[in-house]
């Protein structure tokens, strides 16, 4: 059975069930509607706690998940959550199922799949929204 489709341990399922119920309270979004897009993140995230003891965000390509952990950047709730409410793997959205876009930079791809998403919940997440500067420049950094 290839890696990517065994099914993960009750223990990290269950940190990530804890993560969801307690993300989405704190920052006033929702799981996605379509209940298999919610279970395939679930299920990515908890594969990756077994695998490399930490909830990496399971729609990202990393050459080298061991390596990709000692940075917070993609650790769920991951940096763009924290500073922009987005949420690009649609885990954390709105009742629609839109990631939150309105705090992206102008030309965010973000922005450009989903146009302005309104966040319904401003008082609520955004712990990081400071850093928004230091985002931009590791985003672009990675772009080039
Ligand atoms: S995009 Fe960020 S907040 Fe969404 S599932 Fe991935 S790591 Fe978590």
């Known amino acids: 059975m290839p890696k990517e489709k065994q099914i993960p341990s009750g223990k990290s399922l269950t940190r990530v069930d804890r993560l969801i119920a307690g993300y ?3 920052s006033g979004t ?3 509607p379509d209940p298999e ?3 395939s993140i679930r299920l990515g995230l908890a594969r990756n706690m077994d695998e490399v003891g930490k909830l990496l965000c399971p729609c990202r390509f990393y050459p080298d998940k061991a390596e ?3 940075h917070r950047t993609w650790i769920c709730p991951c940096d763009d959550m924290q500073v922009y ?5 649609l885990l954390f959205t709105t009742e629609e199922g839109l990631p939150i ?15 302005e998403v309104k966040d319904p919940t401003p008082d609520q997440g955004r712990l ?3 850093h928004a500067a230091e985002r931009e420049e590791e985003r672009r950094r990675h772009l080039s």
């Open 85 to 89: 409410k987005y949420c690009h793997c």
């Open 30 to 32: 929702v799981t996605h």
């Open 37 to 39: 897009i919610t279970e």
């Open 24 to 26: 989405t309270r704190k």
């Open 128 to 130: 990081l929204k400071h």
């Open 101 to 115: 876009t309105e705090y992206l930079p102008e030309n965010h791809e973000g922005r450009d799949a989903y146009g």
């Open 68 to 70: 990709e952990v000692k």
